[in-house]
């Protein structure tokens, strides 16, 4: 069965230093989002991207925040120079187009990311 | 604005006790659907159930079932026969009918399942 994959698993960075989370979202799916979770809390909305274009974004993805669909296949998200409140883990998902397929996301199994 | 209430935060039952989670999603939407994700210890986030706002009809699928009942905004879901297995945080988690499509997620409940 397809799955999203993201890597790493656990990223441990210094604070002030740039992070590239990576992910791979089912082949045939059209919308890609990113969420995170800080440890303990509920799961926040970050950004959805669809025909290569950000479709909306949350408060908490500030400049510091990008993301990017290089090639067609990987879907990543850039935190520019990341700070002690970013240690989250943070999950990217896909979906089809909507009238397709009641709107499921998949998602994948998450980066741990630790800010020192 | 939406809001999503979860209004039990930890749950706690012995093994083959019956176990209802509620969830309450106030909204002016009158086209939405609703998600319950499952999340264990390990992290992932697993999809259970989808409902939409237009089918009210209760549902049972295995050792789950789901009640939604559009006039009070309430969509609760119950685990039969609960096992140490089902012990996790569980989300519900609305999606706007908007461009993006984003889950809405819940502040989630935990569900502990002693043996």
């Known amino acids: 069965e397809p799955e999203v994959t993201q890597t790493p698993s656990h990223q441990v960075t210094q604070m002030g230093q740039e992070v590239i989370l990576r992910c791979v979202p089912i082949?045939?799916?059209?919308?890609f989002y990113w969420y995170r979770q800080i440890l303990g809390q509920k799961v926040e909305f970050l950004v959805s991207?669809?025909?290569?274009?950000?479709?909306?974004k949350s408060e908490i993805f500030d400049d510091q925040f990008s993301v990017e669909r290089p090639d067609g296949s990987n879907f990543t998200l850039k935190i520019r120079s990341t700070k002690l409140e970013d240690s989250a883990m943070y999950f990217c998902?896909?979906?089809?187009?909507?009238?397709?397929?009641?709107?499921?996301?998949?998602f994948g199994p998450g980066t741990r990311l630790t800010v020192t | 604005a939406q809001k999503v209430t979860q209004a039990q935060t930890e749950i706690s039952v012995v093994e083959k006790e019956d176990v209802t989670l509620d969830c309450v999603y106030e909204?002016?939407?009158?086209?939405?659907?609703l998600f319950w994700y499952k999340q264990p210890p390990s992290g992932e986030l697993v999809f259970l159930i989808r409902?939409?706002?237009?089918?009210?009809q209760n549902e049972i699928s295995g050792r789950y079932s789901w009640n939604f009942q559009k006039s009070t905004s309430s969509f609760n879901f119950t685990i039969t026969a609960s096992q140490v297995v089902d012990s996790a945080v569980y989300f519900c988690?609305?999606?706007?009918?908007?461009?993006?499509?984003?889950?809405?997620f819940g502040s989630g409940t935990r569900l502990l399942v002693r043996p």
């Open positions: 409902r939409n706002s237009f089918d009210e």
């Open positions: 991207f669809y025909n290569n274009e950000i479709s909306e």
């Open positions: 082949s045939n799916h059209l919308y």
């Open positions: 998902a896909s979906s089809l187009p909507p009238e397709g397929a009641g709107y499921e996301q998949y």
């Open positions: 909204t002016r939407d009158t086209t939405y659907y």
């Open positions: 988690a609305p999606i706007r009918m908007d461009s993006s499509y984003k889950l809405i």
